[in-house]
């Protein structure tokens, strides 16, 4: 007679950064940042949904923005994805503390939702040396229209039809104020 030992393994692990810093507020063409994130981690979810031998995988959700947190499911196991946090988005620190927090022989991969808009640190010779990948879903436009504030418009409050009005308006250019006035 021969006996079989079974060996307990853990599931790989594959956290999924999503960000949630300020950034993501930004609309373009007609929709925020948030709004696309959302929709890509529907997708996100649903494919981690379809994924084979589901006992060998496990899906980690993960928010990141200044610090990161884990992101609460529903009864299907979606994401529910938490509030914009305001501060810097820190994209290295992030990828580290998830690194750090889960164990590292796991993890099979990382997946990264962001705008890109955030520091990258060290984290680049941390992830060669681990072996760790990451793959990235950038949202957002490479080239974003710029964001434009009226900040201030200084006009007569009476004018007649055929009179040069004079108009003075002060703008801000993606948070730095031009102080020049149009």
Known sequence: SW???LIE???DIV?????VSASMNRIERDQSRFKAMSDTTEVLHNASTNVNNQHDRQFEWIAFADTTHPIEQDTTGAPIL???QEGPTRIGASIQSTIERLDRDHV?????VTDGRGDIGMIESTLRTSGIGVWVI???DKNPPPAITIKQL???KTAFSEDRIP????LELDGANTNTSI
């Open 3 to 5: 006996t079989r030992t």
């Open 9 to 11: 393994t853990k599931p």
């Open 15 to 19: 956290p999924i950064l999503v960000d």
């Open 82 to 84: 938490p509030s914009i």
């Open 108 to 112: 099979a991969g990382i997946v990264l």
């Open 138 to 140: 950038p949202i957002g």
């Open 154 to 156: 200084i006009a007569p």
């Open 167 to 170: 108009i003075q308006v002060d």
